[in-house]
Each structure stands twice: as structure tokens, then as C-alpha cells.
């Protein structure tokens, strides 16, 4: 059994490709409904679908067969023969496979670093596959694992910190400097697309009043609509100046609209207060000299990108605290991975019985001389062998590559409170699964494993471990530290 | 009660430096349970302050302010009391370490080096005394604090300016709540120092009718120099109510005051005799 994830994203296809390729939430029914038939072969599987990547995690009892139908399901559904043919896509097999949705989970593989949308995306995917029962116990604490990783990379680093859109730039800056947006009148001056973004961040915070003002006035009408504001006519500018705490200006005008001088003269009609000044037209519709003026801040394209470019690389700094948290979290999935072999749990068991009989012989020392003393040890030992005679055969006789079997082994830890962490250490009688890079110890080579296990006469599964997962060649070389220009958040 | 001042004198430190950690991992962007606790520590210890005060004062029969180790922890715990009524009223925590690690500093000096003077002038033993130095080191200590916010302002503000989203800009409150901060505090200073003038002045007749007071207070350099701080922060409050000075302006006023207030102190503290002195 083995892990797998295979899929197409923005560093490996282009937007028409991943658009062709994406599993819409309407289509997310059809396409659990194709697996069925194949149950056997793919146990589980969850599908992660967004306008930068579609990627299908898998829990299946051959990964090339496995892999194969999976390309040729989704490129089925979709019309397409993208993943079929191998071009656009990427494959990895076992603890690759962990990794990569941890690095998905903490925005470390998304168009933006660190932008978080993709958590709730990843958590909502798992939701859809679960309801459609195409998930179990691997997937679910899988997912589970992802989105605290995804949490822990947002609150122990400062990963996703700092807007890196322009648009959002704007808006952070103004909550910079006045205390609630909430309170303030925002004025935009254009009715043009380029204004229409950062208006309707503006809009979104939910400002007193958002007042449009456009030399056609239909056009500002027709966006103050859109924006929930009002329109006003383009010779009452002055006076819309006058009462706004932050100005948007967006217009298609070749020289500056607004200079030092005009700026000064609605400082002077104004509050006490500052003005946030936001300039996204190009050529520049506010004349430079504007930010030099007191308690008046300018942003323009200039200023706002380099705002996100400082944020952008403050990100990056950060990566490698995230590959930290990241590395820890897939050691404790695979640690609790391998306990889900048949020989941990029984020595699990065995401990968690013998640590009670330990106990209740200790309360009992004084009342035996050292002869009776003995006597009850081995007694103990007798009783203890007969009582976990029949659940070690039970266990011995779980399918732990099945579905059922994995269900089997986490209830009995649950039911027992198991402390697996000393028994996986040892890794005995490893899953060989491809998820852990290293290989149990031969029961062979420790007798007193097979001793205590009971497990002695038959051989444990000894599969051969995929030591790394396998990164298939067909995609475009994967660099989380590429840059990232886009300025709409989203994954 | 000597114990109980002993043991305050030894839990109240600890209590600040408690506080300030707090605050100091408020500062560093604490989960939203842990930043209650930050306010909860610093209430209790300025709770335990109280006590102490008030212990000691019964113990010493008068305000323990008779000589600077004992003015320090006043400080401490005007500071405090100035920092919680900000916070209190404009809901900022983020600054709060910059305040109680002065809080910690002035109180650690005190309780490492105090030594209660039991031997004092009558005066001081005059309750009227007590409402006096409180409100004047109240009025002190708040002007101090408006100080620490003006500079916190003029650095967000040029860092703002500048286009620059580095430490400052990611851990200080916005703007605008700074000027708030700094405007509450030099208004809590100067009606502290509006009722420390008028009381000390009121007070100082009387004593001056009973000829208990040798000289006249109005020309004791102390009363002048106190009387022109506030004459210009009462003139930097009308700039800014009446003639709408724009904050940035109060701001650094405010950090000009501060340092006329503590370089005059000083000079005037070395130079001039005052009848100011009753130890």
C-alpha cells in the first residue's frame, strides 16, 4: 500500500491547461462515482481542485496501476489528455507525498508564498471526498495533519504576514494609519478597471461612505452601484477632497489631476486628521510633491509594489522556519503511520498490560515473602499470556492494507489508550508501505521481538520500502522559492 | 507590617518584570487568550502596589516620597496606573511594554536601594500634602508617557512616509491610535498638574499665614518651573482643540516638553535651593 499524490499546477501548466484540467465542486460527484469500480485498487483518495492546481492524493495498493487509472479517470471527466500524456504533471509516492500536501496546506507551493486561502481549500477538499465516503483513516489523519501544519506555519511564522498584492497594499496602509476604516468617508476619482480593485477592497472594509466621481457621471453612478456608494458630479471633486480620509485615484488622465497646491488648499478645509492617498493610475493622476506635504500619505504603483515586494521577501525568510515545522509534522504522520503495523500495537498492548500487572504487584510486594513472591510473578506472566492470547491472534490476522485493517489497529489503540511513540521508534516489522524511508529490523536478527510479539514463527509483511517517493520527469522543475508576481490572491 | 513591606517590597519587581514579559509577548503577536493575562498581571501587581503604598504611609505616618528611592516606586506605580487608564480607554496593548519596562526599571531601583525615611517635616505628614505629590508626580509621569508615545508616532510616521513596512510598522498600533494615546496622556498630565498647582499653591497660603513656610512659594524655582510646563502644555492643548494643530505637531511637542521638563528639573535641582526639600 502506498501513498500517492499526482497532479498539475501553476509551476508546472499554464492557466489554460490547469483551467482545462480543474475539478469543479459540481463535478467533484461523477468523478468519486468513476472511482468506485476500483475501490480495490485505490482505497482511498481525495481530490484537491483550485484555479492554480488539481492534484489527486491517493492511498493505493499499486502506485503505477493506481497512478495510470487516475490520469486516465480525470482526463475522462475533463475531456482532456493532459495527464495521460504526462506533460504537464508531477507524481510522488510515500513520505514525497506527505511533504508536498504540508508544503500545499502552508502556502509554501502556492502562486503567492504563504497566501492562505489554500488552508480552508485543502480542508474543503477533504470534506467533499469524505462526504462522498471515498476517504478512511490514512486520508483523514492525513488532512488532519495538513491543516495544523497549515495553522502552525500561520501562527509560529510570520509566513503569511504582509499583504504581497498591490490592491490589498492600499488597503493595509490606510489601516495603518487610521484607526477603522469603518469610520471614514473613501472617495475614487475614475471609473476605470485599474480603479475598480482597489475601490472594491476599499468597499469591502466597509467604509462610512464610498463616493465616486467620474468627468462622465453615468460611469460613476454605474460603479458607486456596484460598490453600494454614491456618485457625485466631476466639478464637486473639491469638495468630495475635502470630506474623504482616503482617495483612490484611477482615471485615464495624461497629467496630474491633483497637485501639491490643490492638495493644500483641502488640508486646509479638512480635519485635524491624516488623508491616505492612493494613486493607481498610470501616468500618475497625483503629483509627487502631494506626499510631501504634512499628515498626507501617497502611495502610488511605485510605492505600492515596493510595499509588496518588502512583504514578498520577508516571506521568503521565512520558508525555512515553515520547512522546519513542515519536517517535524511528517516525521509525526509517518511515526503514527508505522504504528499502524500489526507488531507495534501488539507490543503496544502487551506493554500497557504488563505495565498494570507491574503496578498492582508492586502494591502487593509486602504482603509476600520472596518465595510466594515468585510464584505470583510467573503466575502474573501466565495470566497476562492467556488473556492477550486471543486478541494478538486477532491482530496478527488484520489486513493492514486495507481499509478495515487500518480502522482496526487505530480502534485498538484508541480502546486501550496506546502509547505508541517507544514501539515506533523500533519500527519492527515495518509496514513497507513507501511512506517511511527505513526499513523495520528483521524479526530474524531480534529474537526477543518475536519473543514478546508472539510473532516469532511467521514472517512479518516485508515489503520493500519506497525509500523517497519518485518525482516523475514530465513536469517543469518545481522551485518553491521561484518568484511570485501575481497580485491576486487565490490558489 | 514591616514583614508585608519587606515581602511587597521584594514581589513587587517580580510582579513588574511578570508584567512586562506579558506585555512583551502581547508585543511579539500573542494568541488572543494569552492577551488578557497581560492586563490581569499588571491590575494585580498595581493592586499590590497600592498596598504597599498604603502600608507604608500607615508605617512611616506619611506619603513614602521623602526621599527618591522611595519617589522611584511612586513613579513606577504612576507610570503604571497612567499606562492601564490609556489602555483601558483606547484598547491598546501593543505599547504596553514599552511603559512597564520603565515601570520595571524605577521600581526595581527602588525596592533594591529604598530606605524609608521615619524622621520627616511636619508638612509631609499633612494629608493635603498626599493629594499634592500625587497628583504633581501623576502629572509628571503622564507628561513622560505622552513623551514615549510622541516618539512612537514620530517614528510611524516617518516610517509611513517612507514607505517602509518593516518592524515598526508591523508591531505599533496605527497612527492615529498613537496620537490618541499621546493626546489622552498630556491631557491626564496637565490636569494633574492643574490640580497639583492649585492645591500646592492653596496648601502653601495657609501655611505661609500660620508662618510655617519661611518665603513666598511663588518665587521658588520648583513652582516656576512647574508653572511654565504647564502654561506649555496647556498652550500646546489649546493648539490643538482650539487652532486644530495637526497631530504630528502635538507629537513632537510633547517629546520637546519632556525634555525641557527633565533638563530643567535638573538644573534647577542642582542650581536653585527650593523650599521643595523637607527631608
Known sequence: MELLVLGVSHKTASAQVRDEVQVHPEEMGEFYGRLKPHADLIREVTVLSTCNRTEVYGFVRDRAEADQVLRELVDELKGVSHLSTGQFTYSWAGRETVRHLFRVASGLDSLMIGESQILGQVREAFEVADRQKATGALLTRLFNSAAHVGKRARTETEIGRGTVSVAHAAVEMAQKILDRLERYPVLVIGAGATGVLVARHFADAGPRVLTVVNRTFERAQALADELGGQARPWEEMDGALVEARVIVTATGAREPIIDARRMARVLKRSGRGPKVVVDISNPRNVHPRVGDLDRLFLYDLDALESIADQNRSRRRREIPKVEGVIVEEVDRFLAWYESLDMVPVIRALRGRFQEIADKELARQVKNFDSADLESLKEYTRALLNKLLHQPTTLIRGVETSSRHGIHKLVAIQELFELDMEPFQNDKAGGRGSGVGEEKGPDLAEKPELAEETGLGEDPVPDDEPDPKGRREEDGREEDGREEDRAEEDGS | ?279
Open chain 2, 1 to 279: 507590617m514591616d514583614t508585608a513591606l519587606q515581602l511587597l517590597n521584594v514581589l513587587l519587581p517580580l510582579g513588574y518584570l511578570l508584567a512586562a514579559v506579558a506585555y512583551l509577548v502581547v508585543f511579539m503577536e500573542a494568541p488572543e487568550w494569552a492577551r488578557p493575562w497581560a492586563t490581569r498581571i499588571t491590575v494585580w501587581v498595581v493592586g499590590a502596589h497600592v498596598v504597599y503604598l498604603f502600608l507604608a504611609s500607615l508605617t512611616f505616618q506619611h506619603v513614602p516620597v521623602a526621599n527618591a528611592w522611595e519617589g522611584f516606586t511612586f513613579i513606577a506605580f504612576a507610570m503604571a496606573v497612567v499606562y492601564l487608564g490609556l489602555e483601558w480607554r483606547w484598547k491598546d496593548q501593543a505599547t504596553g511594554v514599552f511603559l512597564l519596562v520603565p515601570v520595571l526599571f524605577f521600581q526595581i531601583l527602588s525596592s533594591a536601594f529604598v530606605t524609608h525615611t521615619r524622621e520627616v517635616d511636619e508638612i509631609l505628614r499633612s494629608p493635603l500634602f498626599a493629594v499634592h505629590v500625587t497628583s504633581a508626580l501623576l502629572g509628571y509621569v503622564a507628561l513622560s508617557v505622552a513623551a514615549v508615545y510622541g516618539a512612537m508616532y514620530a517614528l510611524l510616521y516617518r516610517e509611513l512616509k517612507k514607505h517602509r513596512v518593516g518592524l515598526i510598522f508591523r508591531r505599533m498600533p496605527n497612527l492615529e491610535t498613537l496620537s490618541r494615546l499621546n493626546l489622552g496622556a498630556v491631557l491626564l498630565g496637565w490636569i494633574a498638574l492643574t490640580l497639583a498647582i492649585l492645591i500646592g499653591s492653596l496648601w502653601a497660603d495657609e501655611l505661609a499665614s500660620q508662618g510655617r513656610l519661611e518665603g513666598t512659594f511663588y518665587t521658588d524655582p520648583k513652582f516656576l518651573l512647574t508653572v511654565v510646563l504647564w502654561v506649555l502644555y496647556g498652550l500646546t492643548l489649546g493648539g490643538r482643540y482650539l487652532f486644530r494643530w495637526p497631530n504630528r505637531q502635538l507629537a513632537y511637542l510633547s517629546m520637546v516638553a519632556f525634555l525641557l521638563m527633565v533638563g530643567s528639573s535638573l538644573a534647577m535641582t542642582l542650581i536653585f535651593p527650593s523650599f521643595h526639600q523637607f527631608s
